[in-house]
């Protein structure tokens, strides 16, 4: 399902979400230098903690309208996305926390800032994960097509009786897809070497 916060089709949060994961990695692995070896790479850190969560902000912005406009309705995908979603809402908690004792404190002890990033980091493992599964196994942000396929099709109709009928499907090529969007509900009907297949 193609992403609908993109640049000429490439989806922008995918992009994005690189930033925030390299910082607050960063950030956690600088503060274990400042605590073992020098503090001075813990100022490191600070800057590193700030970039994260600035660029987080910035990468949710594209993640929450393709959370809105692009994942379906009441599948699989929506439940992992609103999984993904929070868990990230909870891990910046957590580096915000870091950053919050980090600047308020007198005397901040290592080991705290340590501990808050250590949880983020690994609610970052995880979120990413889901986020990974949402991409390859939802195909969320994905415009699957085959070199001869052509383009993503999408037609816009109203049921009758409950009933709607679809028409030229004679039109859509070998792996090429339509999605139909029917009175709040979408349906995507694909063809394939063996014939016509309908996802909903």
């Known amino acids: 399902m193609k992403s609908k916060a993109n640049i000429k089709g490439h989806p922008l949060h995918p992009i994005l979400v690189t930033f925030p994961i390299a910082f607050f990695t960063g950030t956690l692995i600088f503060d274990v230098l400042g605590f073992i070896y ?3 790479f813990s100022q490191t850190a600070l800057y590193l903690e700030i970039g994260g969560l600035v660029a987080a902000v910035a990468a949710a912005i594209p993640g929450l309208i393709d959370y809105i ?3 379906p309705p ?3 995908g929506k439940k992992r996305a609103t999984k993904h979603g929070l868990t990230n809402v909870t891990m910046l908690l957590f580096f915000g926390a870091a ?3 980090r600047l308020s404190a007198d005397a901040p002890a290592s080991f705290i800032i340590i501990g808050l990033e250590t949880v983020g980091e690994i609610l970052l493992f995880f979120a990413g994960w889901m986020g990974g599964t949402l ?3 939802n195909q969320i942000g994905v415009d699957p097509r085959y070199a001869n396929a052509g383009k993503w099709k999408e037609e816009y109709l109203t049921a009758t009786k409950g009933e709607v009928e679809i028409n030229n ?3 859509l090529k070998t792996n090429q897809m339509k999605l139909i969007h029917v009175t709040g509900k979408r349906i995507v009907i694909a063809k394939t070497e063996n014939g016509l297949c309908s996802l909903q």
Do not use: A, E, Q, W
């Open 38 to 40: 020098d503090p001075g």
């Open 69 to 71: 406009f692009t994942v």
């Open 74 to 76: 009441n599948s699989t």
């Open 99 to 101: 950053l919050f004792y």
């Open 135 to 137: 991409v390859y196994r």
């Open 169 to 171: 499907l004679d039109d």
